[in-house]
């Protein structure tokens, strides 16, 4: 366990959410572990354990390359002792946020993402139009020694018009509220990897 109810981490994006809705913060976990999770999702690249992510749900799923072009797989409790590790991380913040922002978070959900040289994710919400229980996003990067002239930076759009663009440097989370943020990821010239994720709600009624 990395962190208590007291870590000053958990508290700086709790009040990046509640002040702004999107947290940034570096360092999030230490470099050892962050070298396991990219080490993991490599050899999981490498076993065919990754596939083409689809866009969309249920029936209507297809694998859409003009759209996205990462391979994931989802991870689950159990499977690794790196893996346990991060989610620990996670469900901490799940709580804290709870604790904070009664939010109702009940799980969190996520997968490995690699995006191969050139591929990229088109704008999009994370949350689905008939569905709202995703309520936060969390992507953790794994690049260490990650040049910015890589490229493939997260966009985030804002209300106001503006955009940010954040490469994905180890150890970086970013954490966002999944209905309110449009974003997109950018080509990048070397492979991407990221464990990304959503923490949910409760809900079983259709908007």
């Keep these: 366990m990395y962190f208590d109810a007291d870590s000053p981490v958990l508290h700086r994006i709790v009040d990046d959410l509640a002040d702004k809705g999107w947290s940034q913060q570096d360092a ?14 490599r050899a999981r690249d490498a076993a065919g354990k990754l596939a083409a992510a689809a866009i969309g749900r249920g029936e209507g799923q297809a694998v859409r390359e003009g759209i996205r072009g990462d391979r994931i ?11 346990d590790l991060y989610l620990g991380a996670l469900d901490a913040l799940r709580l804290q946020i709870n604790r904070a922002l009664f939010l109702g978070l009940e799980d969190f959900e996520g997968h490995f993402a690699l995006y191969p040289p050139g591929a990229f994710y088109q704008k999009h919400l994370d949350r689905f139009r008939d569905d709202d229980r995703r309520a936060i996003s969390a992507v953790l990067y794994l690049n260490h020694d990650w040049p910015v002239t890589q490229g493939g930076e997260l966009r985030m759009y804002f209300a106001d018009e503006r955009t940010l663009d954040l490469s994905p440097l180890a150890s970086r989370l970013v954490v966002f509220l999944s209905g309110e943020f449009p974003h997109e990821v950018l080509p990048a010239s070397h492979d ?8 949910r709600r409760r809900g079983d009624a259709l908007l």
């Design 28 to 41: 999030f976990l230490p470099d050892a572990l962050i070298a396991q999770l990219a080490t993991e999702c």
């Design 73 to 83: 797989q989802w991870i689950e409790p159990g499977q690794s002792a790196a893996c």
């Design 192 to 199: 991407r990897l990221s464990l990304t994720g959503w923490f």
